[in-house]
């Protein structure tokens, strides 16, 4: 796969990954199959596509000696792959607070 139409593709699927995140505060087709595509494509096939996508940039960067394009899909991919790096951040660290108590024992 080339490296703009694997840069397309990581770009529709970050926009599900966002419009995934809009709904949910914002709840729209509840029980639908767009609401099932949406999710899936947003929470799972974008972080795999942006892993692939990384990987693709830095092999093309370390090893071909090809700098990134200054494209509006490139840097969007990489502002979105920030957002998905904080949010799985916050909730390791989230998920990793002990409330500890010595007066509990």
């Known amino acids: 796969m080339a490296f703009t139409q694997l840069n397309k593709l ?6 599900a990954f966002l419009l ?5 505060y914002y709840p729209v087709l509840q029980g639908t199959i767009t609401e099932s595509t949406i999710l899936i494509t947003g929470l799972l096939l974008s972080v795999l596509l942006n892993l692939v996508w990384l990987c693709s940039l830095l ?6 000696k090809i700098p990134p ?12 792959i920030l957002v998905q790096v904080y949010l799985l951040l916050s909730g390791i660290t989230h998920l990793t607070e002990f409330d500890y ?5």
């Open 10 to 15: 990581t770009l529709l699927t970050n926009l």
């Open 20 to 24: 995934s995140l809009i709904m949910r």
């Open 69 to 80: 394009g200054k494209q509006i899909i490139t840097i969007l991919n990489g502002l979105i």
């Open 59 to 64: 092999y093309r960067l370390l090893v071909k």
């Open 101 to 105: 108590d010595p007066s509990d024992y």
